[in-house]
């Protein structure tokens, strides 16, 4: 059975988990693979792009990318702690009115979500029990920088 995909998603991405990611975050910053990502795609220029972030966590991604010039982020997430978790964490930040938050599978999401400039996916691929279509439906959301991290 896979962590990812409703109940199971629920289950392991909980409410607990999400309030330790968000302390750690707001303690220590993005975690080193995730600052990883944040600094290639920043590399690349962000000026008004738009942002998919997928499995979006508690945003650290979407924060960075749009304190640094970004427009608009679009996190999608299936654990409904965690978007919990970002949306006050963006709030905190005064980003919530740059950020919108989609609930659910991406793929089962896919073909209603608009394509975006930067599309992300931070440890999100490794736990996905088809990964092969997130990947691709993911690309394919890709205008211009696609970054991935596999743990």
Do not use: W
């Amino acid at each position: 059975m896979s962590c990812c995909g409703a109940p199971g998603c629920e289950r392991i991405f909980d409410r607990k988990h999400a309030s330790r990611e968000l302390r750690n975050y707001r303690k220590n910053g993005p975690i080193a693979t995730t600052q990883a990502l944040i600094q290639s795609v920043l590399r690349a220029g962000v000026k008004d792009d738009t942002v998919l972030d997928i499995g979006g966590g508690v945003g650290a991604i979407q924060y960075d990318l749009l304190k640094a010039g970004a427009r608009t982020a679009v996190s999608v997430d299936a654990s409904s702690a965690f978007e919990a978790a970002a949306r006050g964490e963006a709030k905190r930040q005064g980003l919530s009115d740059r950020i919108k938050y989609e609930a659910g599978d991406f793929v089962d999401l896919a073909d209603q979500i608009a394509p975006a400039d930067i599309v992300t996916l931070d440890r999100v691929v490794c736990c996905y029990p088809n990964m092969e279509a997130l990947v691709r439906l993911s690309a394919q959301h890709s205008r211009r920088i696609y970054g991935l991290v596999y743990p």
